[in-house]
């Protein structure tokens, strides 16, 4: 299960970006129907991602999709390269 998921210089975010599935103070009208509680914490049994064009919104699922590459395909050696698509804007 996924609680948070937080990128770094990857394609379009260059800053620190985390995406919490834990349920904030503005969730009330289906608190009881869309949450799951495990212990002290508080899940949302469902997400969605809305923004406009250009904002990052399939940067972020090629994100999960590589860290679920990574964790379901890890590098055979330790000398083995893990895949990166770096965020190319920086101009440093």
Do not use: C, Y
Request: proline share 3%; no cysteine; hydrophobic share 35%.
């Amino acid at each position: 299960m996924l609680i948070d998921f937080t990128m770094k210089n990857f394609k379009s975010f260059k800053d620190e970006t985390t995406l919490s599935l834990e349920t904030g103070e503005r969730l009330s009208k289906f608190r009881e129907s869309n949450t799951i509680s495990i212990g002290k914490i508080s899940l949302l049994k469902n997400l969605l991602i809305f923004g406009p064009n250009g904002s990052g919104k399939s940067n972020l699922l090629d994100g999960l999709k590589l860290m679920q590459t990574m964790v379901t395909q890890p590098p055979q050696t330790v000398n083995e390269k893990l895949i990166a698509n770096n965020f190319k804007l920086d101009v440093r």
